[in-house]
């Protein structure tokens, strides 16, 4: 079993950052991806920044310049840094993870319970 255990959310006020992070555990034979999603009150959940085993990311235009994922691969950890926030960054923010599981070799793909992002004006 593949666990996802989200880290590093809360309140910050317009312009201000904050730093998510997301660690993965259990039976994972390889991460293809681990990348970060949102969704705000109302509205689907969308991508914010993913990341590939390979180093390629991809942002969401509207956090391209502000937001940068980046990953511990000893400790099978992504990270968001979340700098000059705006009210519309408000969100849960869900990590997920995209692999291949260690005994049955079946594609895994695994959501963290998600944490709640707050931006002040």
């Known amino acids: 079993q593949v666990q996802l255990v989200e880290s590093g959310g809360g309140l910050a006020q317009s312009g201000g950052s904050l730093r998510l992070s997301c660690a993965a555990s259990?039976?994972?034979?390889?991460?293809?991806?681990m990348g970060w999603y949102r969704q705000a009150p109302g509205k689907q959940r969308e991508l914010v920044a993913v990341l590939t085993r390979r180093g390629v990311t991809n942002y969401a235009d509207s956090v391209k310049g502000r937001f940068t994922i980046s990953r511990d691969n000893t400790k099978n950890t992504v990270y968001l840094q979340m700098n000059s926030l705006k009210p519309e960054d408000t969100a849960v923010y869900y990590c997920?993870?995209?692999?291949?599981?260690?005994?049955?070799?079946?594609?895994?793909?695994?959501w963290g319970q998600g944490t709640l992002v707050t931006v002040s004006s």
């Open positions: 997920n993870l995209d692999g291949v599981a260690s005994m049955s070799r079946e594609h895994l793909e695994v």
């Open positions: 259990g039976s994972i034979f390889s991460i293809n991806a």
